[in-house]
């Protein structure tokens, strides 16, 4: 247990509860779903899998409170995400180190993590002058007039559901948080089963910052049980959604008219040409592959270099590569566990398919209980599944080609379109290339991310739906209202142009 005060958040020092109406309850499911540290295996804690009663009763909770927060002035619905951001930052090193237990995070990112979210939360604050609308006359067209007056403003959806990933369980669910209450919502959060604990702590916060019992409330238990049943529920207004592609199309087809921001998988590619900048290109690589063990959607997932740089390069790699520490995580070693043993059995799959099939092994295929050595494969080709499948661990494929056309071929082929890199000095082809690839975000000379949080975030294709990044999750999270005045003809000025003498 974290040394946060006034945390009612427990039973008994390991088990956690779920969070309704500013309370934090029992399950009367009576069963514990257990979180271990995927580094040693510890048990790190129990949460409960909520019954369809209870989740009911969440959702019931929160829809009475909808009129409540959204009659809240705007004001001061950005101050409590300013004071939440605050005590985010007061409390970063515990829960960052809560985090880094749950799901094997490296300490120093976990604390990012976290610390993170809290400029998310200041940010989307610092955005409400945003949830503004306009003013039209209808005299742009034929038959209207000045008295026909639009007026819009932003009102809120009603409940959000907030369902987060297990790779940022904190920052992806507070990043759906912030601009879901600051849009005058009430939010049901659902943590991810592997790695719920932090997350569970925005009770904690929100209530300290002066959220109104009712406006925040968390169900926990696994999706593949209570998820269907949430997605569809007729009590919830819209659903952020981040994941993999399979669940996020899945819940698509469950959550009917609901509207949907869908933050999904990813298998970005770097186009490497001729005259990319070594260094730039090969540090940019090897962050983006390998960091939190390449467990990032935005990892760097595919790497097509060009025959005039491939040797190069893959030495370069190669020599960074084998130089990343591999450990424990509280000891901030580069490369840590996977998520599980299954994850860790399902990228050792994709390795001896490509190895089977001809593919060259430069480096790593080792394993020691969770934790997976950093892989390179070359020659790598199209008819191997890592060409293709997202690995979620720490393999890099290299695809060798030898043309822009043939990269952009390979690059869109993939059922894939988050985001996609090119690494080359001249700037010119790479923004004619990146007009070409049919991804949400292309980064020249950048590994793939989707940082700053003010940019707008969005995958193509199976990567998502929706647009995510602060004033883009506000408004996703919002909805005009239009007002139209039909004025009096009565009090019109009559005013008429002088009509010049010809
Ligand atoms: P996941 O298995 O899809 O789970 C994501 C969340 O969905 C979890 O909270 C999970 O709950 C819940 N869930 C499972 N089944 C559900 C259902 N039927 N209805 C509603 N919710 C359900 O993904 P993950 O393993 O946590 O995260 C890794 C994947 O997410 C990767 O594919 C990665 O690319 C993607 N991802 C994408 C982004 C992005 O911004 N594009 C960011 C991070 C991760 P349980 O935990 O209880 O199963
Ligand atoms: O997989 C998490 C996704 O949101 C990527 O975030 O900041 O590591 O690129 P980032």
Not at 236 to 247: E, H, L, Q, R, V
Not at 387 to 395: H, I, L, N, R
């Amino acid at each position: 247990m974290i040394d946060i005060p006034e945390s009612s958040i427990m039973k008994d020092g390991i088990n956690y509860k779920y969070y309704i109406n500013g309370k934090w309850e029992e399950s009367n499911s009576g069963k514990l779903i257990s979180v271990h540290n995927p580094y040693n295996n510890e048990l790190v804690g129990n949460v409960q899998p909520c019954t369809k009663e209870e989740v009911d009763n969440i959702i019931k909770i929160a829809r009475e409170n909808i009129d409540c927060w959204r009659e809240t002035p705007l004001n001061e619905r950005a101050e409590v995400l300013n004071k939440a951001a605050d005590l985010i930052v007061e409390w970063s090193k515990p829960l960052g180190y809560l985090l880094m237990k749950e799901i094997g995070k490296p300490i120093n990112s976990a604390i990012s993590e976290i610390t993170r979210t809290a400029e998310i939360f200041k940010a989307t604050a610092d955005s409400s002058l945003q949830l503004s609308g306009e003013t039209i006359l209808g005299d742009a067209f034929e038959g209207f007039s000045k008295e026909k007056v639009s007026m819009t403003y932003r009102v809120p959806l009603g409940v959000i559901l907030c369902i987060g990933p297990f790779n940022y369980p904190f920052n992806l669910t507070g990043s759906k948080i912030a601009p879901a209450l600051l849009a005058g919502n009430t939010v049901v959060m659902k943590p991810p089963t592997q790695g719920p604990l932090t997350a569970l702590h925005f009770g904690i916060i929100l209530e300290k910052v002066g959220v109104p019992p009712g406006v925040f409330n968390i169900i926990t238990g696994r999706g593949s049980e209570i998820g269907d049943y949430l997605t569809n529920h007729p009590g919830i207004d819209m659903i952020a959604f981040t994941g993999s592609s399979k669940i996020g199309k899945h819940l698509a087809k469950v959550a009917g008219m609901k509207p949907l921001l869908l933050e999904l998988g990813g298998k970005d590619a770097a186009i490497i040409l001729d005259d990319a900048d070594l260094d730039n290109t090969v540090k940019a690589i090897v962050s983006g592959a390998f960091s939190y063990s390449g467990q990032r959607c935005t990892a760097v997932k595919r790497v097509l270099p060009m025959p005039g740089i491939v040797d190069k390069l893959l030495r370069k790699v190669t020599e960074e590569t084998l130089k990343l520490s591999i450990g424990d995580p509280s000891e901030n070693k580069n490369i840590g566990p996977l998520i599980s043993s299954e994850q860790c059995e399902y990228v050792q799959g994709l390795i001896d398919d490509a190895l089977k099939k001809g593919a060259t092994l430069i480096c790593g295929n080792k394993r020691e209980g969770n934790i997976f050595w950093p892989t390179i494969l070359d020659n790598v080709t199209t008819d191997m599944r890592i060409a293709w499948e997202e690995p979620f661990g720490p393999v890099l494929p290299f695809i060798r080609i030898n043309s822009a056309e043939k990269a952009i071929e390979i690059s869109n082929k993939s059922e894939y379109g988050l985001q996609g890199m090119i690494f080359t000095d001249n700037i010119d082809l790479a923004f004619n290339i990146a007009q070409e690839l049919e991804v949400g975000t292309v980064q020249i000379n950048g590994k793939s991310a989707r940082g700053p949080d003010h940019f707008p975030f969005l995958g193509t294709k199976s990567s998502g739906l929706g647009t995510q990044g602060i004033k883009y999750s506000i408004e996703a999270m919002s909805r005009p209202k239009v007002v139209v005045m039909n004025l009096s003809e009565r009090g019109k000025l009559v005013k008429q142009c002088f009509v010049l003498d010809k």
